[in-house]
């Protein structure tokens, strides 16, 4: 018999691990078998400044029990995963139905360890086109790969889940009514399943130009117009008209030297702090695109940037009147890539820096020599964002020269980077290789934001991202060895040298549209990767009964993923071989392939969104009717 004691006083976190540990216990011991284990959560146990901390203490020498104690409620509930990992459980993917638990007997259960995560900000941002259960097992799945953020987009996470119930871009599945009170109302169960297990909660970010308009600004949808007459003012002005930006609010910046724009700006984000003491970061964000900048005389005086400060500095000054400690995210991206020539941040304690290098390329990890690369030239609404990853450090170094506070990355590799890597080997080297050199970065953490249903053909990215956040210096190439064997078992090697391949011909970059379109090279590297499918086959298949059912979901999906590959890499063939036609009807196929099976494979791909990359980056157009 199992049994999880912990202090009558525990928190919700507390008695929720206790409550996991139990259950997953019960399902691995002989029930003959009595343990009893204890739980603590205890700061003065830990050093003052360490991050999620734990100690494990199991002994089955005499009595059977031992303590889990860790720094935070949270460290708990870390802690119960990973005894569970060390007991040989695995977590392999946000799909509840991918995880791995198996009978362990009483020789495995001592255990003696502490540890400590490398780096305080550990989380996930969502994107792309999500059900309420996507969001709900991604949430349950964070504090068992080691992660403790997670970050819902806007005031609500409308947008991500209007997409996936309106099945926007599946001509073949039916719409679903979901409307802004449903978002309202699934967002507070999110909210609560977040801190049920004590991760830390970010808001916001999008939406504040649009709200500052008059706009109910939950998504990046085109805005109505009756409010448009009544705020032009508060518009930047571009080619002598203030209007919204390409009819979107979202993407639309103000007029940051009109003092009733900033007021209002700042009204609506302490109205909104006020509201939500619980939260534990406000990202306070500008317009969502580049070179729509207010281009009146009294913008041009001065540097986008320098407003950005001169506006958070007065949002810190009303949450200061109003004795509230809200922590302020604020944003490296497009033109805030630049520092403010003269204004600084009055007090710093107050803001987290987050750098956003979206332009980046992921074909290779980042380049700390950045110091040495000349920042280019700005140039008002005429900026090229950089690609170049030692001009993106550029930019993060010369904005740590004036403001040395606590800080993260914000990256994109499984934004978009990940449909442009077939095999998904690449792209979790290049995010290991990115976390390692957090520090030397200056920075401690790091946040992806990400599609949700990113698991196609495995979730291998989003599980070395969490372990190495966790444990910097865990080896990657033991941590792939380990999820392969978890995955595929014996013909584990088989896979992983299949899936290398695969990476090695693919291209993030082209896929993402940073090259030309017409590439000999990607040509010739997309017919190998349709032959290297092909001779996989055998393989794959050997996994599936005579019944046809698959010996796992694992192997199922990976016969998915096989024929997707093969009908995504013909199409890449034929773009890159200048053909746009048959380019564009070889992408109907597979758009149709998805779309049909979408339904059967929803947790692994998200359809909505490689449909989106592949119109709006690569450069395939839908066939006219």
């Not at 935070?72 to 991918?98: E, H, I, K, W």
């Not at 207010?294 to 320098?306: F, G, V």
Request: some cysteine.
């Amino acid at each position: 018999m199992v049994e999880v004691h912990y202090n009558a006083k525990a928190s919700e976190v507390v008695v929720y691990a206790a409550e996991e540990l139990a259950a997953y216990l019960e399902r691995m011991l002989d029930p003959a078998l009595d343990l009893e284990i204890s739980l603590d959560s205890d700061s003065s146990a830990f050093a003052a400044d360490c991050n999620d901390s734990f100690r494990v203490r199991i002994c089955v020498d005499g009595e059977n029990g031992g303590t889990i104690v860790g720094s935070n409620d949270r460290s708990v509930l870390l802690a119960v995963y990973d005894y569970l990992q060390y007991l040989g459980c695995r977590f392999l993917m946000p799909v509840r139905t991918c995880e791995i638990v198996p009978r362990v007997g009483r020789e495995h259960l001592a255990a003696v360890y502490e540890k400590q995560a490398s780096y305080f900000h550990r989380g996930v941002c969502i994107e792309g086109a999500d059900s309420f259960e996507n969001i709900m097992d991604y949430i349950a799945w964070l504090p068992k790969a080691g992660f403790n953020s997670f970050f819902l987009q806007f005031k609500s996470p409308y947008a991500f889940l209007h997409r996936w119930y309106s099945h926007e871009r599946n001509p073949y599945a039916g719409e679903e009514p979901y409307t802004q009170e449903d978002a309202q109302r699934d967002m507070v169960l999110f909210e609560q399943a977040a801190k049920k297990r004590g991760l830390l909660v970010h808001k916001a970010g999008h939406g504040w130009t649009g709200e500052v308009l008059g706009y109910q600004t939950v998504s990046w949808d085109t805005g109505a117009e009756p409010d448009e007459e009544q705020y032009r003012h508060r518009m930047a002005m571009i080619g002598g008209r203030r209007e919204l930006f390409h009819g979107i609010p979202a993407n639309t910046n103000l007029c940051y030297h009109n003092g009733d724009a900033v007021d209002a700006f700042a009204a609506l984000v302490t109205k909104y702090a006020r509201e939500n003491p619980y939260m534990d970061y406000l990202h306070v964000w500008l317009a969502d695109t580049h070179n729509n900048l207010c281009e009146c005389e009294d913008c041009c005086k001065t540097t986008l940037s320098d407003q950005y400060v001169e506006l958070l500095n007065e949002i810190d000054r009303r949450l200061t009147q109003e004795g509230l400690k809200t922590r302020i995210v604020f944003l490296l991206y497009q033109e805030l890539l630049w520092p403010p020539e003269v204004s600084r941040l009055e007090n710093p304690d107050r803001f987290v820096l987050m750098f956003a290098p979206i332009s980046r390329t992921f074909e290779k990890s980042y380049e700390l020599d950045g110091a040495q690369t000349a920042l280019p030239e700005f140039h008002r609404n005429q900026v090229t964002l950089p690609v170049n990853l030692g001009e993106n450090m550029a930019f993060l170094r010369a904005w740590q020269k004036i403001f040395t506070g606590s800080g993260f990355v914000y990256d994109y590799p499984l934004g978009r980077a990940h449909y442009g890597d077939f095999g998904y080997v690449h792209i979790a080297r290049v995010l290991n290789a990115d976390i390692r050199k957090l520090d030397e970065m200056g920075l401690d953490g790091y946040i992806s934001c990400q599609e949700l249903r990113a698991a196609f053909p495995n979730a291998l990215p989003n599980y070395v991202m969490g372990h190495t956040l966790f444990q910097k210096n865990c080896p990657v190439e033991e941590l792939i060895r380990e999820y392969y064997r978890a995955c595929y078992d014996a013909d584990a090697k088989a896979v992983l040298d299949y899936l290398s391949r695969l990476s090695e011909l693919s291209g993030c970059d082209y896929v993402n549209g940073k090259s030309a379109r017409c590439d000999a090279d990607i040509a010739v590297r997309m017919e190998e990767a349709v032959r290297c499918c092909e001779a996989f086959a055998e393989t794959v298949r050997r996994h599936q009964g005579e019944d046809g059912a698959w010996e796992s979901i694992y192997w199922e999906v990976l016969e998915y993923h096989r024929n997707y590959v093969i009908l995504f890499a013909r199409t890449l063939k034929a773009l890159a071989e200048g053909d746009q036609a048959q380019a564009d009807q070889k992408w109907e196929v597979l758009r149709e392939y998805i779309c049909k099976n979408e339904e059967k494979y929803q947790p692994y791909l998200d359809v909505y969104r490689v449909l989106e990359v592949t119109q709006n980056y690569t450069g395939l157009h839908r066939q006219k009717s």
